[in-house]
């Protein structure tokens, strides 16, 4: 009798052995299974983070991108701003200096201008004298001429209030109305800058035509 049992037990023990066998496979299974799904699930992870970083430097090099253009759009726009500046500098930067000396030389010009046209009355002295300051008149014209400083003298031209600054109206048949029949002041441009505008008379129609006119008109 004690023999059988001891086989039994045997058994049993070997059956219990089979069973922890493969309760430990199964569990070693599930384990290895858990352990893909969480490297499979860190891999998406990994990936996702990566991707998220490449669009955000993207995102950076597009921001610095346009903030490079902008900084090299400012530049070049002062580059152009200072070059205009220092060129109106050198056109302009005189031009008070210029309106003083004008009037000087209307002075000399308007004296000149006094003198008769024959001079065969004058002694030799006076007459050397003119001709000495209508030399000075010519060199002065022409050194303003140099410099870019153009006089306006527009007898004959139709009236422009861009240049020309009226200042009296004169009643005449020979010209069509707002016409230049008298300089009373030259004028002067300095490059495309007005220095003074020339101060004239106009033309226009007698009275009695516009009153004729008028009554035709009625």
Known sequence: MSKKKVSLNTDNNETKSLDDENSETDTETDTE???????IDDSNAEDISTAEKVENQIKEIQVLKDQLL??????ENLRKRTIKEIEDAK???HISFVRDLVSSVDNLQRALEAVPKDKSEFSEPIKN??????????????TFEKHKLLQISPLGEKFDYNLHQAMFEVST????????VEVSQKGYLLHDRL?????????????????????KEK
Not at 33 to 39: K, S
């Open 70 to 75: 902008r900084s090299l759009a400012e530049g």
């Open 129 to 142: 004298l003119i001709i000495g300051l209508e030399i000075v008149e010519k060199e002065i014209i022409n």
């Open 91 to 93: 056109k302009y930067s």
């Open 173 to 180: 048949n020979e010209m069509d109305p707002g016409y230049i």
């Open 33 to 39: 299974t858990d352990n893909t799904a969480v490297n």
């Open 195 to 215: 220095v003074r505008p020339a101060m004239v008379g106009i033309s226009k129609k007698p009275e009695e035509e516009i009153m004729e006119k008028n009554g």
